[in-house]
């Protein structure tokens, strides 16, 4: 059975950083797109960051590109996202999600991918 399981959120002031770790079990993801999701209250589930473990590529939202980080250590099969220049607007539950199979591109959609952890929660305050 498949498994992501965040941590690492928590609390920081505006300017802070943050890292979030999710650690994936339950099958091989050598194969696969790992990305990370957020989702505010009373607004939608929002693409933050992927990569595409079959080529190594990544890509990010617009709203966080030059501030966070997304990176794979795949002996460990565990994915990093790393937050720098925090602000209010990133105060979210944040979501690890997968999808497994070759992808000659990263999806962005939230329907794109199958597994999810359960959200670990980032707030900042100013």
């Known amino acids: 059975q498949v498994q992501l399981v965040e941590s690492g959120g928590g609390s920081v002031q505006a300017g802070g950083s943050l890292r979030l770790s999710c650690a994936a079990s339950g099958r091989t993801f050598s194969e696969a797109v790992m990305g990370w999701f957020r989702q505010a209250p009373g607004k939608e589930r929002q693409f933050v960051a992927a990569?595409?473990?079959?080529?190594?590529?990544?890509i990010y939202g617009d709203s966080v590109k030059g501030r966070f980080t997304i990176s794979s250590d795949n002996a460990k099969n565990t994915f990093y996202l790393q937050m720098n220049s925090l602000n209010s607007e990133d105060t979210a539950l944040y979501y690890c999600?997968?999808?497994?199979?070759?992808?000659?591109?990263?999806?962005?959609?939230?329907?794109?991918?199958?597994?999810w952890g359960q959200g670990t929660q980032v707030t900042v305050s100013s």
């Open positions: 990569i595409n473990r079959n080529d190594g590529s990544i």
């Open positions: 999600a997968s999808v497994i199979g070759v992808w000659a591109w990263i999806p962005q959609g939230r329907d794109d991918y199958r597994y």
